[in-house]
């Protein structure tokens, strides 16, 4: 599977599931093509699927991605951002408070896509 995002423009939201061989070309590529988008909204709320994924990371490479969300999250001018795992062991393992002060962006951890989206839409 290919990594990939869906634009729901009616919920003002943006899926992106990452396949489980993701690289760091892939994920930029997968960026691009996501702000290139035409259905693109720098409002739109975000949800990433880091499940598939997140057991070919080390901790160290998956704390890398988290603080690369807490230190953008003011660059995209969104209320929200989930991020989902399904392993709750390593949420606890990983640095989750901090990012950028300067802004009401909120990031928040899920291990259910359903919980997530129930978050960021409200």
Do not use: P
């Amino acid at each position: 599977m290919k990594s990939s995002y869906k634009i729901i423009s009616k919920k003002n939201l943006i899926i992106e599931i990452l396949s489980s061989d993701i690289t760091t070309d892939e994920y930029t590529k997968l960026k691009y093509d996501e702000f290139h988008d035409k259905e693109f909204n720098r409002h739109y709320n975000l949800i990433s699927d880091f499940r598939l994924c997140e057991n070919n990371f080390d901790q160290k490479e998956l704390q890398n991605m988290i603080d690369t969300f807490k230190e953008n999250k003011g660059k995209i001018n969104r209320n929200k951002s989930a991020l989902i795992f399904s392993d709750i062991g390593l949420l606890r393992k990983l640095d989750l408070t901090g990012g950028n002060k300067n802004t009401s962006h909120k990031i928040s951890y899920f291990t259910d896509i359903d919980d997530a989206e129930n978050w960021v839409l409200t």
